[in-house]
């Protein structure tokens, strides 16, 4: 059974930085890779970052590419997103989640496990 849990939300003023962790359980190390998505009132789920779990190849989108860095930790079953340099306009649900095939996508629509999700609040 595949098990996201995600930690580390919360509120920071702009240009601060907030680190989130995912972990995750009853996965595959030989095929699977977790995602990094988020979502905003009104708005669409987007795709931020993915990385395989095997070998650490990872997707970008562009809103992520320059502040936000994915990781992961197999032995802890972690996978983190240290993101940088936070805007209001990041302000969302972050969600991590599943697919059992290697990174190569980061649409949310193939992704079958999700973590329940966690807030994050630019605001001064």
């Known amino acids: 059974q595949v098990q996201l849990v995600e930690s580390g939300g919360g509120s920071v003023q702009p240009g601060g930085s907030l680190r989130l962790s995912c972990a995750y359980s009853?996965?595959?190390?030989?095929?699977?890779?977790i995602g990094w998505f988020r979502q905003a009132p009104g708005k669409e789920r987007e795709g931020l970052k993915c990385?395989?779990?095997?070998?650490?190849?990872?997707l970008t989108s562009d809103t992520a590419r320059d502040r936000f860095i994915i990781s992961r930790d197999n032995a802890r079953q972690m996978v983190y997103l240290q993101m940088n340099a936070l805007k209001t306009e990041d302000t969302a649900t972050y969600y991590c989640?599943?697919?059992?095939?290697?990174?190569?996508?980061?649409?949310?629509?193939?992704?079958?496990?999700w973590g329940q999700g966690i807030q994050v609040t630019v605001s001064s």
């Open positions: 990385i395989t779990l095997k070998d650490g190849y990872s």
């Open positions: 009853g996965v595959s190390l030989e095929s699977y890779a």
């Open positions: 989640a599943a697919d059992p095939e290697e990174c190569w996508t980061l649409s949310h629509l193939v992704y079958d496990y």
